[in-house]
């Protein structure tokens, strides 16, 4: 398994190298992220169209802000790569980096999951807010624990009472992951 996942590993970096070695990666422009090697759950949270800031970072789930300005893809990869194994004690872990041109993918999506109607990727507009997120999710479904509504921005996540008229004004960000959580089961 273990030389599957090396060959995988170089596979995937000499493809993104093959198809941009010579292109640095700049502010303004867009990226495609794609990690191979990840639960599923983590995957959906990671994949997905990056802007690079005008500080010359993308801001990443999980890691937070990541410098990739004056970078070439295939070296951003393998740093992002190496930021995502520290967080899981991964041997490894596989990122493929490519252009995204506009229209191509849904720029920096917010990602709204758990008991809603249409969970996954939605589209981000500035001044979006909690509410505007749960909107585009279709709603929170009858399953739904509005007490506990988790708001996942890189390195750090937050829990919200939605029923709590000031949190769901909450301004959401590029990049942001929410997630509706379940009701809350008691035993006796």
């Known amino acids: 398994m273990k030389q599957f996942t090396l060959f995988l590993c170089l596979l995937v970096s ?5 198809i941009s070695s010579a292109q640095e990666l700049k502010a303004g422009k867009s990226i495609y992220v794609s990690i191979i090697g990840f639960p599923a759950e983590k995957k959906a949270r990671i994949d997905g169209v990056y802007q690079i800031a005008d ?4 801001n990443m789930p999980i890691i937070g802000k990541v410098t990739v300005s004056g970078m070439k893809y295939v070296d951003a990869a393998s740093l992002m790569a190496t930021a995502y194994c520290k967080t899981q004690n991964s041997l490894t872990a596989s990122i493929y980096v490519c252009a995204a041109e506009k229209g191509e993918f849904t720029v920096n999506p917010i990602t709204v999951v ?3 109607h249409k969970p ?6 500035s001044g979006m807010t909690l509410r505007d997120a749960l909107d585009a999710a279709g709603g929170a479904n009858e399953h739904a ?9 890189g ?3 937050k829990i919200y009472n939605f029923r709590k008229s000031e ?3 909450i301004l959401l960000e590029p990049g942001d992951y929410v997630e509706v ?5 008691i035993t006796r």
């Open 14 to 18: 000499t493809f993104a190298s093959s």
């Open 55 to 58: 500080d010359g970072t993308v």
């Open 114 to 116: 758990g008991f809603v």
């Open 120 to 125: 996954g990727p939605k589209n981000f507009v």
């Open 145 to 153: 624990n509005l007490n506990y509504v988790v708001l996942m921005r």
């Open 155 to 157: 390195k750090s996540a």
């Open 167 to 169: 949190n769901i004004n």
């Open 181 to 185: 959580a379940a009701p809350t089961i």
